[in-house]
């Protein structure tokens, strides 16, 4: 990625990340019985973890509700989470007064139209490598995989990397 990307991603300080069509495939599977299934992808939970072991805050932004969503994020100890956000613009304002941090602190991953007014917003714009032309050219950063394959652990690895930590968590994990 770029050297622009690379300095955007130094002041990074927390990372959110859309739910459907970034952290799963983009497909809801729906049985007989009403219930709502995900698939998401452990290496972007395992990313999620190590963004947190290195004080990165994380949070999910999604303009859908559903309890798949809220078990996923319990599960990786994401507290910021944000579910029926229609206006996601608005929600992202809410989100830097209440946590006092300033909008080039704040990386953003996203897959389709809704999530252009944030993207427009953060200091760290990512798209997953299936996003559709506009949220691509308005990102500073494009992932090779796609939503719900990896692209977010992707994303949060070139953060890491960039900011030099990288290295250390792995040495941390691996004795």
């Not at 990102?139 to 692209?151: E, V």
Request: aromatic share 6%; proline share 1%; net charge positive.
């Amino acid at each position: 990625m770029s050297e622009t990307s690379r300095r955007r991603a130094l002041k990074i300080r927390m990372i959110l990340l859309d739910v459907d069509g970034v952290l799963t495939d983009g497909r809801i599977l729906l049985g007989d019985d009403g219930v709502e299934l995900k698939a998401f992808d452990v290496r972007d939970g395992h990313g999620i973890k190590l963004a947190q072991k290195a004080d990165i805050e994380v949070g999910f932004l999604t303009s859908r509700k559903s309890s798949v969503v809220d078990r996923r994020a319990a599960e990786l100890g994401v507290s910021l989470l944000f579910q029926q956000a229609a206006d996601k613009g608005g929600v992202f304002r809410k989100i830097l007064q209440a946590r006092k941090i300033r909008r080039e602190e704040v990386a953003y991953l996203g897959d389709d139209l809704v999530d252009l007014p944030v993207l427009r917003q953060v200091g760290l714009a990512g798209a997953v490598a299936d996003a559709p032309l506009e949220v691509k050219a308005a990102a500073h950063w494009r992932a090779k995989s796609r939503g719900g394959r990896g692209a977010a652990r992707e994303f949060i690895e070139f953060i890491l990397k960039a900011q030099g930590r990288w290295q250390e968590i792995v040495k941390e994990l691996h004795g």
